[in-house]
């Protein structure tokens, strides 16, 4: 950006040449304090401040200045390879100036500059610093354009665009100072002020830590663009947000107000600049506002972009779409997440491993399972649980897989995963453990294993389980009596029939 604004500078040469030997004005206002009015128009009006423009380059410095510009626009004829044709090359004309040459003849000026004109001084040192500049050399730089500010009869272009320039070279070198007071002197000289001027002025009040005049500048860039018909640009907004951000930690502004200032600004980046960061800041400021739905609206539409590559990140959108009640959603999030790769490198050794966004990990596993189970996909959810279940050190794991198994009607699997779990030494309910056995072996007609299991579970001390545990041993009781009546009078039938036919 501030090279762009060096070439043009360089091109506004041109100007000086051609115009004629009036006056130029540029407009100043009255009474200015430190900084520029911002929220009113950027045309200014006030006291009109002239400065004499030189007439046109002497003969001798025009000649020189000529062979300046055109060792700059030297270019060279290069072949590319042709966009249109697939191994095909095309010519093409690049840049390809001849720094040596300008320097020289620049050189030669510089030491008759006693004799020069004003004016031919001016142009001098604009080349001058241009050269520096594109040589990174901002000292050196900042030294052509100061002198050229110096001299008289430099015309209003490039008195105007050296004052930006200087600026930012100012900034470059973090004088904020002396960019802050360049930038309003430059609004003093011009007719009209630009929207990237004041974001130059705001950059620079927030690296001083002035947050108030770093907002009211900033707002005074975006109006200006808007007003102007072009869209701020991302970093503007950004800039903004942080200017918020500042005023609320140092209680200038209430949290509130800067929050919803910052919802507005990061609702315009998540849609003209799309960037993960920018919907992960729009949901966490969403989540400070208390806003959950939309917290997790947010990180969704991230999710859908493929914005998302974080474990965390999956696992958040995961749990609030389980609390709210989108188990499905859920489920598909995870399993998104456990398929999507990403590739980290070791930092001590600097190799490269692809791996799983969603790590196979007993909580993940725990997470995805009890999404398909509240979604009722239980035939999804079992092979998750059996993975946790290994993984895990207690036996709760197992004795839910227990209960799915139980649900599913595979009730040897369940009678299997229930004593896994059993064996283990951290189970939270032993007794509810031992009732879901226990139904396991009724429904296999396993009635005295049942109620040996019904028993043991009578004996715990909560009331509730006490109780469901003796109503289960009655009715296996009944049931043993049943199914055994109806052995006996299947046997009774059977050997009815054998004798008739005998």
């Given at each position: ?181 360049l930038i309003l ?182 997470l995805l399972a ?93 009331k509730r389980i ?37």
């Open positions: 950006m501030i090279k762009t604004i060096s070439r043009n500078i360089f091109v506004l040469f041109a100007l000086g040449l051609t115009l004629s030997t009036t006056d130029l004005s540029a407009q100043s206002r009255d009474g200015r304090a430190d900084e520029p009015s911002v929220g009113g128009s950027s045309r200014k009006a006030g006291k009109t401040r002239t400065y004499k423009k030189a007439r046109v380059l002497q003969n001798s410095t025009a000649k020189k200045i000529v062979k300046v510009v055109e060792a700059l626009e030297r270019q060279k004829i290069v072949k590319v390879p042709d966009p249109e044709n697939k191994g095909k090359f095309i010519e093409k004309e690049e840049d390809d100036p001849d720094w040596a040459k300008a320097r020289s003849i620049l050189t030669e000026l510089s030491n008759n500059r006693a004799e020069m004109k004003s004016y031919d001084r001016s142009v001098v040192w604009n080349y001058w610093g241009y050269i520096y500049f594109s040589d990174d050399d901002y000292d050196q730089a900042m030294y052509a354009y100061e002198q050229l500010l110096k001299e008289p009869e430099a015309t209003v272009p490039l008195r105007t665009a050296s004052l930006l320039t200087l600026a930012q070279l100012n900034m470059v070198k973090e004088r904020w100072d002396k960019g802050i007071s002197q430059w609004m003093n000289e011009v007719e009209n002020v630009t929207a990237q001027s004041y974001y130059l002025l705001a950059s620079a009040y927030f690296q001083k830590n002035d947050y108030v005049r770093a907002r009211s500048n900033m707002e005074e860039a975006i109006r200006l663009a808007e007003e102007e018909g072009y869209r701020p640009r991302e970093n503007w907004y950004v800039l903004l947000a942080a200017c918020f951000s500042e005023l609320k930690d140092k209680k200038i502004i209430s949290a509130q107000f800067a929050l919803e200032q910052q919802v507005g600004i990061y609702e315009i980046l998540v849609n003209y600049y799309p960037k993960k960061q920018y919907f992960l800041q729009l949901g966490g400021t969403y989540q400070q506002m208390d806003r959950e739905e939309d917290y997790m609206l947010t990180l969704k539409a991230a999710y859908d972009k493929d914005l998302l590559n974080k474990e965390g990140e999956y696992l958040a959108l995961a749990q609030m779409l389980l609390l709210k009640k989108n188990p499905y959603w859920a489920a598909q999030v995870l399993v998104s997440g456990q398929q999507k790769k990403v590739t980290i490198t070791d930092e001590d050794t600097g190799e490269e491993e692809v791996v799983a966004v969603v790590k196979e990990k007993e909580k993940t596993l725990k009890d999404a398909w189970r509240m979604a009722q996909e239980i035939d999804m959810a079992i092979p998750v649980l059996e993975k946790a279940a290994k993984m895990s050190k207690d036996g709760d794991t197992y004795v839910l897989l227990g209960n799915l198994y139980l649900f599913e009607d595979r009730m040897k699997d369940s009678i299997r995963a229930i004593e896994a779990g059993l064996k283990k030494p951290k189970v939270k309910s032993r007794s509810q453990a031992l009732l879901v056995l226990g139904q396991a072996h009724f429904e296999l007609q396993n009635f005295e294993e049942a109620k040996k299991h019904f028993r043991a579970a009578a004996r715990d001390k909560n006490k109780k469901t545990a003796n109503s289960w041993i009655k009715y296996a009781e009944n049931e043993e009596i049943r199914v055994k009546n109806l052995a006996l009078r299947r046997d009774f039938i059977q050997q009815s029939k054998a004798k008739a036919k005998s």
